[in-house]
Structure formats: structure tokens, C-alpha cells
T-cell receptor, first 115, second 111 residues
Framework: EAGVVQSPRYKIIEKKQPVAFWCNPI?????LYWYRQNLGQGPELLIR????????DSQLPKDRFSAERLKGVDSTLKIQPAELGDSAVYLC?????????????FGAGSRLTVL | GQSLEQPSEVTAVEGAIVQINCTYQ??????LSWYQQHDGGAPTFLSY????GLEETGRFSSFLSRSDSYGYLLLQELQMKDSASYFC????????????FGTGTRLLVSP
């Protein structure tokens, strides 16, 4: 089966520009996560979806970040405008419900560099 | 909130055994997970301990002691390909039941 697919893999933009990341989770996984990972750090949760509902967006900087998961399948994370501190790897993950809800499958990530 | 502490780096030689510790502070959680991440790669799931005790999966084992707020990942018969970062993670029982990751332990395996 296909894993979690993310695009683009790399993005370089100038500060104040917008950027968007796309994620297609594993088929049948109802839960979708967006994490941000800075170099040498663990992933930090930005937002978690259960189907199309954002159940935890407490860590999402809502002044510049937005996300959507229309139809409860793929998802988009947007930053507008980007700041230098947003340079990081943006990881998407998905998991099933039930007994394996704690097994997250991550995508390869989108590495953002803001100049 | 939650906090998880791991050593920043561990070194070992091929064939050896290494233990990566994780101590945590949380008001309540469902279980302790471990993920492996190679440089430039995605984190991949290794193990999950919902109950106290040792879980074994091949060369990797994971242990949890809720009373001590402590867990560890044990890697046996180390191979060069085990060089990676290892993260422990807990899912909080309160609030949004957020899955929180530690800062990671970088394991360097030498010949």
C-alpha cells in the first residue's frame, strides 16, 4: 500500500511569501496530523484531524498558519506570510482508529527554507 | 503539560547492546511509544507500551514503568544501519490527548 505522500519535498521562499504543503494520508486512516520539526528536535504537533474535523489546533499559530482537510482525506497546510523562523521540516502523519491508533505513519516531510 | 527527557547522544560499536532512556512528566497518559528517524527521513514507528513491562520485537525491546515515570528502548546486536535518532512519545490523557515527542537521542554505531 502507498504510504503517506507529501509535496513538495523541498521549498525555498523569501520571507513574507506564502507557501502551501499537501498531504495524502494512508487510505482508511481517519486521523491526520501535521507536525513541525526543527533541526535536532522532536516533532511538534501543529494540528490533528479526526476525519474532516480539527480536534486539536492549540499549537497552530493561527495568525499566519491555516490548514484544511476537505472531505476527510487529503490535507493542505498553508503559511502566509512566512517568517524566517518558519524554516523547518513539516511532517504529515496518519493513523487508524482502534487498537493501532497510536501507530503513526509519517510522510517524508516538506523541508521549508525561508530566506 | 508534558515533558520528556532523553540523552542527546549515545555511541556504541557494532554487535553491542545499547539502552536509550526516557523519563517523562505528565498528569496521565495512555502509553509510551518509540520512533526511529534516519537523517533526512521520516520517523518510523518501533514500539508501543501501554502496560508496565518489557515488549520485545526482534532486536529491539521497549520497557515501561509507570510508577517510575520511566521507559527505555533496548537495541541488541547493533548494526551500522541502527545509526539514527530515536524519539520517545507519550499521548496525554487530558485535554486534546496530544501525542508529544521527546527531543530525541542520536545513536552513532561505529565499526
Amino acid at each position: 500500500e502507498a504510504g503517506v505522500v507529501q509535496s513538495p519535498r523541498y521549498k525555498i521562499i523569501e520571507k513574507k511569501q506564502p507557501v502551501a504543503f499537501w498531504c495524502n494520508p494512508i487510505s482508511g486512516h481517519n486521523t491526520l496530523y501535521w507536525y513541525r520539526q526543527n533541526l535536532g528536535q522532536g516533532p511538534e504537533l501543529l494540528i490533528r484531524y479526526e476525519n474532516e474535523e480539527a480536534v486539536d489546533d492549540s499549537q497552530l499559530p493561527k495568525d499566519r498558519f491555516s490548514a484544511e482537510r476537505l472531505k476527510g482525506v487529503d490535507s493542505t497546510l498553508k503559511i502566509q506570510p512566512a517568517e524566517l523562523g518558519d524554516s523547518a521540516v513539516y511532517l504529515c502523519a496518519s493513523s487508524p482508529t482502534g487498537a493501532r491508533a497510536n501507530v503513526l505513519t509519517f510522510g517524508a516531510g516538506s523541508r521549508l527554507t525561508v530566506l | 503539560g508534558q515533558s520528556l527527557e532523553q540523552p542527546s547522544e549515545v555511541t556504541a560499536v557494532e554487535g553491542a547492546i545499547v539502552q536509550i532512556n526516557c523519563t517523562y512528566q505528565t498528569s496521565g497518559f495512555y502509553g509510551l511509544s518509540w520512533y526511529q528517524q534516519h537523517d533526512g527521513g521520516a520517523p518510523t514507528f518501533l514500539s508501543y507500551n501501554a502496560l508496565d513491562g518489557l515488549e520485545e520485537t526482534g532486536r529491539f525491546s521497549s520497557f515501561l514503568s509507570r510508577s517510575d515515570s520511566y521507559g527505555y528502548l533496548l537495541l541488541q546486536e547493533l548494526q551500522m544501519k541502527d545509526s539514527a535518532s530515536y524519539f520517545c512519545a507519550v499521548r496525554d490523557k487530558t485535554g486534546f490527548q496530544k501525542l508529544v515527542f521527546g527531543t530525541g537521542t542520536r545513536l552513532l554505531v561505529s565499526p
